[in-house]
């Protein structure tokens, strides 16, 4: 496939890098991409009209471009617009979707959100009033085993409880899982730094809640500070959640707070240090909820950062001193890479999940 990128009127960044980008990211994914310019709104919109499987635009500053991200026709469900400055969620057409705030980085993101949504597309499923209270469900062609109840797999996306990360963080992983036999549920939830802590924690459990009840166990894979929301989440569901899997998880937020991991990141998305909300970082804070009653995968790459290294070896051995069923899976990989298909780590804690599950 081809994914098409739209450069919209005084769009800031080089030319030059945004094609590079544009040739790099999507052979990595076996697809090809192409930049096209426009001058102004008209041949924005114009552009838009063209024959082309997936779309990602860079709007620009100017409002007349901007007014094209509500518009609905059948581009809509195939475009990724893509603010490259923190400008906060903005409202688009439905069936489109937006990212905002990760700079030029984000284009790679964007790329790779379209190709994995024109090519494994979710349905999303809303549990909540609110546009970021979501789960992306996507069933698998035949199930993982016949004749047994078959485990939903729900992933919590991380990026430092900020709202400029997604669950399109989670997309090549959920595209795997439901490969491998998986129903799965990817959780978009909202994030503290817009809406507060209280409301993070209960959109990741009315999430895990409407994961149909006639449905089979559930495996909760939680992503860096998503990996604190996934642990939290299964202590408070222990009769539902059959496995919850860390993956290079933030698992001990008073020792994250007073280190200032993610430059200070805990204390922000909890609203204060450790020494002023005791009660709201144990009752939070996975290490200081143990035992979780529910069997624990913390998977770790040894090239992340040293505080990840140290927290998934403390957890893990705090886990199984409380009673709890704790593995511990180190392997050669940095921060991201527990979250890539295409990855060693990954392949071995696929072998994990089944063996446990098993």
Known sequence: MRVTVLIGPEAPG???LIE????AEPARLSASGQVLAASDAPALRALLTTPAEAYVVLPGPLAEARELMTEPGPHAARTVWLDLHHTGPARVADGAAHIHGRGLDGLAWALRHAVHRTRHPARRVPYGGHPD???DVRLPAEPRRAGAETPVAVLVHGGFWRSIWAADLM???AVDLAGRGFPVWNLEYRRPDAHGWAATTADVAAGLAAVSA????LVVLGHSAGGTLALRAAADAPGRVALAVSLAGVLDLAEGDRRRMGNGAVAMALGGHVTDLPEVYAQASPIDRLPLGVPQLIVQGRGDEADFVDV???HARAARAAGDEAVL????GGHFDVIDPGSAIWQAMIEEIFRLLS
Do not use: T
Request: hydrophobic share 35%.
């Open 14 to 16: 080089d030319r030059r």
């Open 20 to 23: 590079e980008i544009a040739a």
């Open 133 to 135: 209270q979501w789960a």
């Open 171 to 173: 997309d090549a992983a």
């Open 214 to 217: 006639g449905s089979g166990p």
């Open 312 to 314: 998934g070896r403390r």
């Open 329 to 332: 899976l180190e392997r050669p």
